[in-house]
C-alpha cells in the first residue's frame, strides 16, 4: 500500500511545480493571449515566395491526386468494366458511389485549382482548365441517376487528364491517390 501513495505525492508535487512554473512564466497574461500565441505557433506559415510556391505545389498534388483517384476507382473503372449500363449487376450501388465519388472529385479539383493560384506556373497552366473543372459541378447528379453516364465518365476522365497534364507541365506531378470511405463521404 505504501507504494501507490508515494506515487501519488509524487504526482501531486509535479503537477504543483508544473502550475507554480507556468503562472511564474506567464508574465500576468491572460489566457486569451496564451492561447493566441499557442494557436499561431500551430501554425506554420511560409515567410518567403519559394516556400509559399512550394505549399502551393504540395496542396495542388495532394488534392489533384485525391480527385484523380476517386474518379478512376469509382467512375472511370466500372464505366470501362460495363457496371454503368442498364441490366448490370450491381448498377445501382456503383451509380451511388460514382455520384459521391464525382462529388469528391469536383471538390477537390476546385481545392486544387486554389492551391496552383499560389504558383504562378501552376496558375498559367490551369487557367484555360477552369471552365471544364466548373462543369462538372452537376455531373454527380447525372451520375447517380444514370443518366449519359458515358458522356459524364469520359468528362471526369478528360478533365481529371487535363489537371494532370496541367501539372506535369509546371512541376508537379499529380500521382492517383485513392481516398478512404471516410475522405469520399466526408468529403
Known sequence: MPV???RLIVALALSCVLIGGTTACGGGSSG???AAVVQTAATPTPTTSAQKQKFAKTRFVA??????GATYQWIVRPWKAGTFKKGAKGRRVALVKAGLAGTFAYNRLKAATKNAQGDPALSKALAPLAAGIAALKNLPAELRSGDSTDAVANS???VVNK???AGRSAGAEVVDKVPSASQLSGG
Open 63 to 68: 488534392n489533384a491526386g485525391l480527385a484523380a
Open 4 to 6: 501507490p501513495v508515494r
Open 32 to 34: 486569451q493571449d496564451t
Open 163 to 165: 489537371v494532370k497534364a
Open 156 to 158: 471526369f476522365e478528360d
